[in-house]
């Protein structure tokens, strides 16, 4: 067994959270315990409760902290893409894609059933999850109007549900992201085409 550290031992919260992370890419999230995640930290199962007060707590924490970390990123595109929303999509495809294939056990927590079905989602974890999304919802609403705004003014215009439309096109990457984390698709370039053919359908959808 690990020889257990003192209790305040640099940022255990964060420690908890990255060791357990492991312990899932490992052993899958029926192999984790807060015990053994204690031991594994070298800590006491009191100290570990004291920040998580059950398994399911934890993993909507990691879970948690997967959302905020898409959402800096994504902002992070924004800033760098913004006077092109054309270049700002493809970029957050492949991003999306990227981050979801670099942190497997993350955005299997932060979409799976563990957590939203099996589980018990916590208020801080919606509100996190929704915030993300909302976020998604606006730059689709940007690009829809950036498209608008360069469109045929002869041309008649066709209504776009904004709302559906980034439901759609999420789902559409999320089912890529299952392929890939899955096993399905490995090639690179496959990937890449993919991700390319991916926002080639969201501009269609999005132009009105």
């Given amino acids: 067994m690990t020889a257990r ?8 919260h964060q420690e908890l959270l990255e060791e357990a992370t492991r312990m899932i890419g490992e052993q899958g999230v029926d192999g ?21 007060k059950d398994k399911n707590a934890l993993l909507c924490a990691i879970a948690e902290q997967g959302f905020e970390k898409w959402q800096a990123h994504f902002a992070q595109l924004m800033r760098e893409q913004s006077v092109d929303m054309n270049r700002w999509l493809k970029a957050f495809v492949h991003s999306y894609l990227d981050l979801s294939r670099e942190h497997p056990e993350e955005y299997d927590l932060m979409f799976g059933r563990p957590v939203w079905k ?16 909302q976020d998604y919802v606006y730059l689709i609403r940007l690009l829809v109007k ?6 045929d003014k002869g041309k008649p215009s066709k209504a776009i549900d904004c709302l559906r439309l980034a439901q759609v ?20 370039n496959s990937i890449d085409a993919m991700s390319d053919s991916a926002v080639e359908m969201i501009l269609a959808a999005a132009t009105v």
């Fill in 146 to 151: 950036e498209l608008e705004e360069g469109q």
């Fill in 5 to 12: 550290k003192p209790y305040h031992h640099g940022n255990l």
């Fill in 118 to 133: 099996n589980g018990e989602p916590t208020e801080s974890l919606k509100a996190a999850s929704f915030a993300c999304f």
């Fill in 32 to 52: 984790i315990s807060m015990r053994t995640l204690a031991e594994r930290v070298g800590v006491s199962r009191t100290a570990a409760y004291h920040h998580f």
């Fill in 169 to 188: 096109s999420w789902s559409m990457l999320h089912g890529m992201s299952r392929l890939l984390n899955d096993g399905i698709y490995l090639d690179r």
